[in-house]
């Protein structure tokens, strides 16, 4: 016997199957219940048949041309159709249709309410538009009497015995129902407002720049990076051109600042790799490479340039907040780190991030955990809205990391430098969050490839776009009607681009989850590692999973464009974000404090400790005084001559009072 289980017992279905058809055996009594199921069950077959294998629309001929005698009459030409429930419309000779009437017919049963002006009365434009409309009707015909049966309540009179398909003609208003199904919608759907999907992608984007570097540098402190050939012709070029630009009066305009400020992130990146070699590297190198004899002029012409830079409109030259984020941290972190003649040995961190080229500075770090903060609330927010979801263990994934909280913004040129600690946790956070986006990205582009079935709410079938003037129809027009297409309606819209669709979902569904892998540390010598190339340019997007979503969100030409999902953006009032910038100060100056406490409770034990040394030595010098009672806890015999010391009588009773010696006694005091 079966029990119900929820979802199912050993893979059976809970629900009652949509289709039953009756079985028959010799010796059955067959009722009118048999063959209408029976009737049902083939019918309905049919009507599934039609409208999932290939959906609505005219399938041939119902065209709709001027009737010769003028009017407000058009004709309908033989066709076939299928409305959106699967039901054949077929007209089988020319029918006359009164527009006029219907349009009567409209308003009579709208109570009134038209599309445009009356009949007898032009619009505006001249006219108004209908749509006429094919619909699907049946008839109960050829009625009989029924015999006599012994059902306690029989019908009376006759019933009905045939049903007859057939149809009519109405108007609507022209705005009819497009049941075709673009792919695009339904990624639409899972990405939500495309501005703030795209800044999500664009944050993550810059933040891909910076992930393994940030390991890098937070694993090998204390390791030079390789200076190798390719550094050393980046030094070279960047050299020779700031020479030739760096100077001149005035901030640069913003082409200038854009190329400048190229040349400096690479010219300091080949000096910041020069200077975590220790001086016998530095040496070595010099030999290896002469052009690095210049490295003083480098240091020189660096800093000519980010004094120019500094009054630059980094925000004209780059109108996108990020890549204006990281050329700022570029003058900044130079003037701070390179440009001194030594550099700046007490910022490790610091100088190996911009040996990279990926500069990391005080600013830069606040955007990178604001930046952190917005892609996992994203991420959340579309997940919480996902109704298709196939990555079951993505939103866990996702709210399980830990994004470092919200700092204020530092002031302008801040040089605050950075801990391991920090570093490793936004490196940590940003590769986690990469790889949830990426996953969510493929879920949704993948789930993109299985059609909905469609959702029938109007089953008529447009037949032709009707323009009246006055009474009379002038214009008809039914090239943009739906017509039924290989595949259905699904997929009529995917065939241009169904094939390469396939073939990038074999290279990108179905894989196992994606993991983000460290960059390996050798075990000795330097650390090979890529200069961050195009981290100021335009982040163009590649990749099989790229190609993908611009397949599905690009309407190729005559394709039904996406449709957008409208939903209410919430803003956070200023008064919540007011306070949650007080609650980032209040957190940063709590950890000033805590980090205060911490040093002054290591000086006063080291000054305890100090004391203690002190004591003992002091102790160990002078001489012990003779009215001091001996230090031993112990009964010991009597001590010598001149250094006694009078004891207590009895150990319960509380000590006596001390009094000076013979020896000690001023003149005049009595014992």
Partial sequence: MRTDCGCGCGGDATRTSAFVRPRFFAGQLLTEDDLSLLVEYTTAKARLHNRSLYGPGVICGLGVTCDPCGGGTVAVHPGHALDCAGNDIVVPCTERVDITALVRERRISALGVDCGENCDN?????????????????????PVAPYATEEPCPAPGCVPSRIQEGYQFVVKCDDFEDHRHNPGTRLLMALGDLARADQARTRDRRLGFYTDALTVASLGTGRAFRFDAADAQRYATALAWLRENAGGEGPPAPPTAREMTEH??????????????????QAQLARDYPDLATVREARSTLGTACGRLGGADLEAAWPDPPRAGIARAVVTETAARVVPERGDPDAPLEV????????????????????????????????DQATDQADCALRQDTAAVDVPPLLPSPPPDSTEKATIAEVQQIAEAAAALGTALRRFLTDAACATLNPPCGDCTDTDVLLAHLELDGCDVVRVCSATREQVLPGGSAYGEWLPKLYRLRELAERVCCR?????????????????????????????????????LSLLLTPAPGETPPKALHEQVYTTPSEVTDSMQELARLRTRVADLTAAVEGLRAQLGSAQTQVSHLEERVSSRAPEPSGEPAPEPDPTPDPPPGQGAEQPAEPAKPPAKRTRSSRTRKPGETP
Avoid at 271 to 280: F, L, N, Q
Avoid at 513 to 540: C, F
């Fill in 122 to 142: 032009d619009g505006d434009d001249g006219g108004r538009r209908y749509g006429l409309y094919a619909r699907y009707r049946e008839l109960p015909v050829e």
């Fill in 264 to 281: 400096v992130r690479a010219l300091a990146a080949a000096v910041a790799r020069y200077d975590t070699y220790d001086a016998a590297g």
């Fill in 352 to 383: 190996r991030m911009l040996a990279q080229g990926t500069p990391l500075g005080h600013a830069l770090r606040v955007e990178f955990r604001a930046d952190l903060g917005l892609i996992r609330e994203w991420l959340l927010c579309r997940l």
């Fill in 512 to 548: 196992p989850v994606p993991r983000y892998q460290k960059p390996t540390m050798p075990s000795e010598g330097p650390v090979a590692r890529p200069y961050a190339d195009g981290l100021l340019g335009d982040w163009p997007r590649t990749g099989d999973l790229e190609e993908m």
